[in-house]
């Protein structure tokens, strides 16, 4: 099969990249470095002709709230408009597990956003919702970080590597679209603050995580569960000690 994904040069694209073309697929890395932008339309119907699947795993270059949002909607907006006219056989988008959760956050609004667009398409698709990855520990640090202290709730939190997202996200593209969403998870739960304080301790960061239940995450304030999968999930198998080991 011939699949695209956009986003192909980033952290999991890249990945997806690999993994398909492992497994005998026709995978075409599509990105602004490539000749391809979505927001301007440059490239996007001529890199999906002939498309059997089209993937995004792409991201707004902005966490703005309005940034986000217009990113989302002209985006996808312009990848559904491509993929009906190239006729397209199967959508599937990366979002995250707990999107429809939070409310109060610009970017969880852009992904809902997002994902309605392409439920009310008409193409067949598949949503893959992914938990935390271990990957963005430092970022997620950087944003609590207060001085000397990084403020985080400890909400529980099922993180995983990008390597297992991308393998979940390369699955589901082969496969039947779901014409709904699967939600994939690690195989571990910890409290937020405990997470990020086991990665920078791991990686000698002198900063202090403090456990603060009222710390807001990327806008929105997390009860217990607001970021765990349901029962249903997929679980990967990369541990987090694992995964620190290998840095």
Known sequence: MKIVVIGGTGLIGS?????????????????????????TGEGVKEVLQGADVVIDVS????????????????STTTLLDAASGAGVGHYVALSVVGTERLPE???????VAQEELIKGSGLPYSLVHATQFFEFARSIA??????A????????????????VAAAVGRTAAGTPLNGTVEVA??????????????????????????????RYFGALL?????????DAQLAQTRLSEWLARQ
């Open 59 to 74: 991201n707004s270059p902005s966490f703005a709230d309005d940034d986000v949002m217009d990113f989302f909607r002209t």
């Open 149 to 164: 202290y990084v403020r985080l709730s400890g909400a529980s939190v099922q993180p995983m590597a990008a390597d297992d």
């Open 142 to 147: 950087d944003s609590a970080t207060d001085g």
């Open 223 to 231: 009860e217990l569960d607001t970021l765990l999968p349901g029962r």
């Open 15 to 39: 990945k997806l990249v690999t993994r398909l073309g492992e497994h005998g697929h026709r995978a075409v890395a599509a990105a602004p470095n490539t000749g391809v932008n979505t927001l």
């Open 186 to 215: 690690g195989p571990e739960v910890f409290g937020l603050d405990q997470w990020i304080r086991t990665v920078l301790v791991a990686r000698s960061d002198p900063r202090e995580v403090v456990t603060d239940p009222r710390a």
């Open 105 to 111: 956050s610009g970017y969880f609004r852009a992904k």
